[in-house]
């Protein structure tokens, strides 16, 4: 009652659950970790461990938040999950960590939308985003309509019958099934809509001026090769694609993310 009392009606934005807070000794730099949608920040699991075990990252204090509606954060059923809430929820949970370091926020599919939406409007002295979908806002409105009303399974049918927007709807379906975490349906829905699609990604990106460093497996079907290329060409922003991989951090992607991110936070 109280939490809908404050966010429904003093629209006060909620609390994400920090899942790591790592602070070293004389830290220097801060890197915030977001994930995409469907999962939490257990997805980086792997990478933090590692990072751990790299002198490189010795004085850098690591964040991972669960994301609204995912893992251990809130998920009212009737949040709609829109771009603001996303970022308001990010920008209240980080503000109450009281980063005080140089930051760097490091974010996977929908987390890199996300980063670069926050960074608009919040200090941030460096972007990472690594296989983000950047593309333009989806304007299809019967699309969107018929979505509203369709349940998590149904999204492979709906890629066959929409070709222009298989890869999306192939890439929520693909990560809404995974075992290991616990989806929230409604919020899946409404942020895949509000979120996803419904951001005109590749424009915000270019109205960012701070360093950004775009990294791609090779054979992600989902992070569009020629938006990557385009963006390339920008002075702030840098691209990796990276043979061998693609959508998931994994083998040469992970040694990529870690070289990139190493080299990064040495300036």
Request: proline letters at 5%; charged letters at 20%; hydrophobic letters at 40%.
């Amino acid at each position: 009652m109280l939490e809908k009392f404050l966010y429904k009606t003093l629209k006060r934005p909620p609390k994400l659950f920090v899942r790591y807070d790592i602070r070293p000794k004389n830290e220097k730099i801060t890197i915030v970790f977001l994930h995409g949608i469907a999962v939490d920040a257990r997805f980086w699991c792997n990478t933090i461990s590692k990072i751990e075990n790299i002198k490189a990252f010795n004085h850098t204090r690591i964040i991972a938040l669960d994301l609204l509606g995912e893992g251990n954060s809130p998920a009212p059923d009737w949040l709609e999950y829109t771009m603001n809430d996303h970022v308001g929820a990010i920008k209240k949970t980080l503000r109450k960590l009281r980063i005080v370091t140089p930051l760097i926020i490091v974010g996977h599919s929908m987390g890199g939308i996300l980063a670069t939406n926050y960074a608009m409007n919040n200090k941030v002295d460096k972007l990472m985003l690594v296989c983000t979908p950047l593309m333009p806002a989806v304007t299809d409105r019967n699309f969107l309509d018929k979505f509203n009303k369709m349940s998590i399974k149904m999204i492979g049918n709906l890629a066959t019958k929409n070709p222009a927007l298989y890869t999306t709807a192939k890439l929520m379906h693909a990560l809404s099934v995974r075992k290991s975490y616990d989806v929230n349906k409604n919020a899946f829905r409404k942020t895949l809509k509000n979120v996803v699609m419904e951001t005109d990604s590749l424009a915000n990106i270019q109205k960012l001026s701070i360093p950004i460093y775009l990294l791609r497996g090779m054979g992600d079907v989902f992070s569009n090769p020629v938006n990557y290329h385009e963006l390339s060409k920008r002075k702030n922003i840098s691209v990796w694609e990276v043979p061998l991989s693609g959508h998931q951090i994994r083998g040469p992607l992970m040694t990529a993310v870690l070289k990139r991110l190493s080299g990064i936070i040495r300036g």
